[in-house]
């Protein structure tokens, strides 16, 4: 992008992180994705091209290094980079507290919502062998309707198509509920109970969603002000 012309730290900070998608960018990598394709996942309506391209900005920035390795390349944050992260995740506070998403169906992604989801999981609750749960939308399109998360020796892998194992638990709900759960706005427990997330399978699951669910890094964060009616 076109720089500020100016010296202060502020303006050339902003020529670095003022192109569109960088703080999700780092944000990803800060989550832990290394691969490009894990990235991707992230940021879900990011065109390849471009992602490759911030990358490349990200790089010849001092801000990530490329590694390759058996034929594999990641991207890892550098010095520089981590010292970004807590800045960009403050900024992501101030934003749940002041420009707090309506979780408006622009706002709505089940891809991005079951990657955040996955990486959030209390793994270390499930004990032995391997748990499978099902999410099914009833508002999304065939394509987009049933999800699989697969968990086993600490491992979470999110699957769109079935994986062919027995399911421990499975949550009915629509896309809006669900993201309103994991972003704080209400609780599981409370969406049970109202009905608005069914869940059937497993009682020890059952019992324990609100243990191994997990929520958003930003789901403690309040709002500025309440808005009236955000679920109904």
């Known amino acids: 992008m076109k720089g500020y012309g100016q010296f202060c730290p502020i303006a050339k900070a902003s020529e670095v992180l003022g192109e569109r998608w960088t703080h999700l960018v780092i944000r990803e990598l800060a989550a832990g994705s290394e691969s490009f394709n894990d990235l991707r996942k992230g940021v879900p309506l990011m065109s390849p091209s471009l ?26 944050l550098t010095q520089a980079g981590k010292e970004l ?77 079935d994986p062919g194992f027995e399911v421990d638990l499975t949550l009915t709900t629509d896309l809006r509920i669900l993201t309103a759960v994991w972003m704080g706005d209400t609780t599981i427990m409370n969406a049970i109970r109202e009905n608005k997330v069914v869940a059937d399978g497993s009682p020890h699951l059952r019992k324990n969603i609100a243990v191994w669910l997990g929520l958003s890094y930003f789901a403690d964060v309040r709002p500025a002000q309440q808005r009236a009616g955000a679920l109904a």
């Not at 391209?53 to 594999?72: P, Y």
């Open 51 to 76: 992602l490759s391209k911030r990358l490349k900005s990200l790089e010849k920035r001092q801000l990530i290094e490329r590694r390759e390795a058996d034929g594999h390349v990641g991207y890892r």
């Open 85 to 161: 992260v807590p800045i960009v995740f403050q900024l992501g506070v101030w934003g749940h507290r002041w420009v707090r998403s309506d979780l408006a169906a622009e706002d709505l992604d089940p891809s991005l919502l079951l990657w955040d989801m996955h990486r959030s999981l209390n793994v270390g609750f499930f004990k032995g062998g391997r748990t499978v749960i099902r999410i099914e939308f009833t508002d999304q399109a065939a394509k987009y309707r049933r999800w699989w998360l697969v968990i086993r020796d600490g491992d979470v892998d999110v699957c769109l198509k």
